[in-house]
């Protein structure tokens, strides 16, 4: 792990000097261009461009994507962008998970990282933005999630087609002896119209790839795009539906072997004793090997078929250390109320909260504490691997979201290069940032070493999964607020504790680095909303409490959109101001957050009088970049409360693809949904205490709402999808209870308090 250590470091001061523009090497580091992967592994007849683009002899043309697919339809929308340029159907374009290369390195993501609000142009903020951007291409993580794929994407894999056509033109100006200007490019053709000869691309694609690339890629107008910005047919679609795609679970190899771990039930605890006897002398059983990695101890088991696996990690009878954090949830919560009357980093603070807050009659000041449990992402298809190592190589095949880190600490794990290790990257069947962690990768790896080059697929219980996550952190708030003789408030102090998810994934994934600064997870959707108050201050501490954390969809906006908006709710309540005014009035400053709450309140028809038993509740996140207002209608039936519909406005700036667009959003409001109704992890004994979907249910489809959505484009940069629909709709739904029972419930999930049909 110190050539970890080396590289991070090199990296960032490398990056530091490229933007400052102090040292000639950093700006050469910089500026070099990433080799194409592609260009050693092409089969007979193919051709490439570009890392993004492959042309074979007979026509078929290859999109190497570089992130992953998990239902999200980056896939569909990364091939529209190339084939808009290279003036093709998006139906003749076959789509590839990319290799592990520096060049698919997401700049975007790394950006995301910066520890300033989305609201904030100033020029410290750009500068480091910048430096981001320049520390990302040299730290080259190839990565999928943060709500960035697209917005890294748009220019590289239109530039990508744009040069792939050019090239192709240029090559058939040469074969057919005519200028290029005299060309027109359509469908995988290139026609020469006044002599009516023609070349399909295939035909002049290998002498396409000798040209030297174009020094200058004008990309088309807006006005000419014939795919983008219009809703396409899903690539993934019907082999989904078929059963014909392959997820990580589905690699079969011959001669495989099977297998599966029994992790310690305490995190970071290793066994005091084990007896492995009963287990090893199960039939079908191979070897039974104890694991010890950056992501725990425990143990794993080889066996001929999955379900002996299984038996013997039953089997295995251990004694475990005991827990380095606080054994339950009270402990765990005692422990974050804690954190709040620790110092902590401050993200936002204008004007002079203190000061307020001293000099308010009491009658003015609203308190309240809020709090979420841990979360677990409970994907459908459990965490599995298969991997292979063979003659100093070894072959991963997992559904992942992030390759390059997977690459890293399998030849870590095994003491191998990082050019000997191959990830395979499949279909995911589910994500939600779970995959970017890369145990089920690691462990594959470390028990493909005891195979003798047999393969091994090694594939989690749902028990296993449930019980071995990185969870959502589990958080709370206290807040107080002043409000001004027009009820307004002109005061707002948020204070934050939280594990921290930086902290919990280097540890993890970089054991020798250990985080500088403030974790701007813990802050997300608290210090970078529109709302204009003059003194507003947002202070957040990382409490550290080891159980393990990581990005969760929407990540810290998922917990302080429920924190924040619920709390708004209650200002709003006080003061005797419709919800939805006050926020328009207090977005004055921000048109685009005024133009969703205005549109999702007339979708909804807000402020219309509902029947007896119905009420709405409304709550606003800006998060990755995009602004999202929800209203939640609830109804009380004698089976309980139903969730009856969700409206949702949502402004991303540009939409490449409206149906979606329109489908991550419902999804993520599902999904947030879940976690708003029911879900938690809790703890007692050091150990998880749920196991999978029976304990720890998801919304069913008897459950699910109607969704009515509207997607504007006013915002002038381009945001986020895949996560953006999760975090306002724990807040409208809360806040649609209270207008409804008058119980303002600030503690999540909901059903602690309320029941639900």
Excluded at 318 to 339: F, M
Excluded at 535 to 556: D, E, H, L, M, Q
Excluded at 704 to 725: D, H, N, R, S, Y
Aim: charged share 20%.
């Amino acid at each position: 792990m110190a050539a970890i250590k080396k590289i991070a470091r090199r990296s960032f001061l490398v990056g530091i000097a490229a933007i400052a523009g102090g040292v000639a090497v950093g700006y050469y580091y910089y500026r070099k261009p990433f080799a194409n992967p592609l260009l050693d592994d092409l089969a007979e007849g193919e051709a490439t461009f570009n890392p993004y683009v492959k042309i074979a002899s007979d026509n078929t043309i290859t999109l190497i994507a570089p992130r992953a697919e998990m239902g999200q339809g980056v896939s569909t929308t990364l091939a529209a962008l190339v084939a808009e340029e290279l003036e093709v159907g998006l139906h003749q374009i076959t789509v590839e998970h990319g290799p592990v290369a520096p060049v698919y390195y997401n700049a975007g993501l790394v950006g995301e990282g910066a520890p300033f609000s989305f609201l904030d142009e100033s020029r410290t903020a750009e500068f480091v933005r910048a430096g981001l951007q320049v520390v990302g291409k040299l730290a080259a993580i190839q990565a999928t999630g943060g709500s960035s794929s697209i917005r890294d994407a748009i220019d590289k894999m239109r530039q990508a087609g744009a040069a792939a056509r050019m090239l192709l033109i240029a090559a058939a100006a040469q074969k057919l002896s005519v200028p290029e200007a005299e060309l027109t490019a359509q469908n995988g053709t290139i026609l020469h119209k006044a002599s009516g000869k023609s070349v399909t691309y295939g035909e002049v694609a290998a002498l396409a790839a000798t040209l030297p690339p174009p020094e200058d890629v004008p990309l088309k107008d807006k006005a000419d795009w014939k795919l983008l910005g219009k809703s396409q047919k899903r690539l993934d679609s019907v082999a989904k539906v078929t059963g014909a795609a392959i997820f990580g679970i589905d690699v079969r190899l011959p001669d495989m072997l099977y297998g599966t771990v029994k992790m310690s039930p305490r995190f970071w605890s290793k066994p005091v004793s084990s007896d492995l006897s009963a287990a090893e002398k199960l039939p079908g059983v191979v070897k039974i090997v104890a694991l010890d990695t950056s992501y725990g101890h425990g143990f794993g088991i080889i066996a001929e078929n999955t379900w002996a696996a299984f038996k013997a990690a039953e089997a295995i009878e251990a004694t475990w250390a005991e827990a380095e954090y606080p054994a339950d949830s009270a402990g765990v919560h005692a422990r974050l109320i804690e954190g709040l009357d620790e110092s902590g980093w401050s993200l936002r603070n204008d004007g002079d909260v203190e000061a307020a807050l001293a000099a308010a009659p009491s009658d003015r000041v609203i308190e309240a504490d809020y709090d979420v449990p841990y979360q677990a992402h409970m994907t459908m298809e459990p965490m599995n691997a298969t991997a292979q190592f063979k003659d100093g190589v070894l072959d991963v095949w997992c559904g992942n979201q992030s390759p390059t880190i997977a690459r890293m600490l399998c030849a870590g794990q095994l003491g191998i290069e990082k050019d000997k290790v191959n990830i395979h990257t499949t279909a995911l069947g589910g994500g939600f940032g779970r995959r970017l962690e890369v145990d089920y990768a690691l462990y594959a790896a470390a028990l493909a070493k005891e195979t003798a080059g047999r393969p091994i697929k090694v594939t989690w219980t749902r028990e296993e999964d449930t019980t071995h996550d990185a969870y959502r952190p589990a958080g709370v708030g206290r807040f107080r607020a002043v409000l001004g003789d027009d009820g307004l408030p002109t005061t707002l102090h948020m204070k934050l504790a939280q594990p921290s998810i930086l902290a919990g994934v280097m540890r993890r994934q970089f054991p020798s680095l250990s985080p500088a600064g403030p974790d701007k997870y813990i802050f997300d959707a608290a210090y970078d909303q529109p709302y204009a108050i003059a003194n507003y201050k947002v202070t957040g501490t990382a409490v550290p409490v080891s159980i393990p954390v990581g990005f969760w969809r929407s990540v810290g906006a998922s917990i302080n959109g429920f924190f924040h908006e619920g709390f708004m709710d209650e200002i709003a309540v006080a003061a005797k101001l419709d919800p939805v005014a006050m926020r328009k009035t207090l977005f004055a400053a921000y048109p685009t957050a005024v133009s969703v709450v205005e549109k999702v309140a007339q979708m909804a028809n807000w402020g219309e009088v509902l029947p007896a038993g119905k009420a709405k509740g409304i709550a606003f996140t800006q998060s990755n970049g995009s602004w999202v207002a929800e209203i939640v209608q609830i109804a009380d039936t004698p089976a309980g409360l139903r969730v009856e519909k969700i409206w949702i406005a949502a402004d991303v700036g540009e939409v490449l693809d409206p149906d979606i667009v329109e489908a991550q959003l419902t999804s993520a409001a599902i999904y947030g949904l879940s976690a708003a109704m029911s879900q938690q992890i809790t703890f007692a004994d050091g150990m998880v205490e749920q196991m999978s979907f029976p304990d720890n249910d998801a919304v069913r489809i008897n459950q699910c709402p109607a969704f009515e959505v509207a997607i504007l484009q006013t915002a002038p940069k381009m945001g986020g999808v895949g996560e953006i629909g999760a975090p306002p709709v724990a807040p409208a739904l809360a806040n649609a209870i209270y207008a409804l029972t008058g119980k303002r419930i600030r503690s999540l999930p909901l059903s602690k308090e309320v029941s639900f049909a």
